[in-house]
């Protein structure tokens, strides 16, 4: 099926999600979730320049949100990437629109919050949003399938990552802002899903082989944020978002939703697109566990030296 057709099969499934997504999906202000009697002028404006000590925020927390924000903040590629795969008509039209308005306030409130409270450097937050925006996000032009596989992931995985940096900062005004982010993330999910699962009947093969190759070839969509390699690890090491936590409570729970290892029927190229996913798995959960483990090591490591 090409593209063309497979838009308008999924057409009527997207229009029904949408209208769901509006009726599930409550208003919010991101105004609301910002602590804003703790603000102060910066130098320009005869205020305090800011200097890390301000900060209440651990150094990991302070990564955490500052890779949350930046990725955010790359929207407009993101919007880009998703018109260009869904189009600007009928219900895909709507959606595209209605989602980014949705995205745009996520990096709103999480710059105003660490403004605010000076939880990062301001200076270096602007470079390296500068930096990001100016590389942008390029998906290589991927089918509407893979983009549909993609973001389902993806959204799962910005949800978990919001909520475990708001549980690991420690500041019930953070945990409480990236909660209310993650479930935005939460819906556009579960929409993404929905025609991820329409799909799958529509489609079976075709849209087995782009979720195996989704699962295979993942990269977060900030892996473009400058010093993300070092960044990410430093994210893994505190449980925030690792390998374990990917396999687990991203790509497994979507791929049961769908269930992918029960479907019928396929062809012979849907098949090896299902047993090379299956692979995938068993390497991705082996890597995992080496992660694990070897954290884990260090940990004990680290406490024994410091009974000495
Ligand atoms: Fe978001
Ligand atoms: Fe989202």
Redesign the pocket.
Known sequence: MDAGQLLKELEPTVEENLNRHLGVAKEWMPHEYVPWSAGRNFALLDGEPWSVEQSTLSPTARTALEVNLLT?DNLPSYHREVERAFGTESAWGTWVNRWTAE?GR?AFCIRDYLLVTRGVNPDELERARMETMETGYDSGDKPLLNVCAYVSFQELA?RVSHRNTGRYTEDPVADKLLTR?AM??NLHMVFYRNIVSAALELAPNDTMRAITDEVKSFQMPGNIIPGFRRKSVQIAKAGIYDLRIHHDDVVLPLLRQWKVFELEGLDAEGEQARSELAETLQALDAEASRFVQKRDEAAAKKATRSED
């Open positions: 955010e995205e996520h910005t982010v935005d993330e």
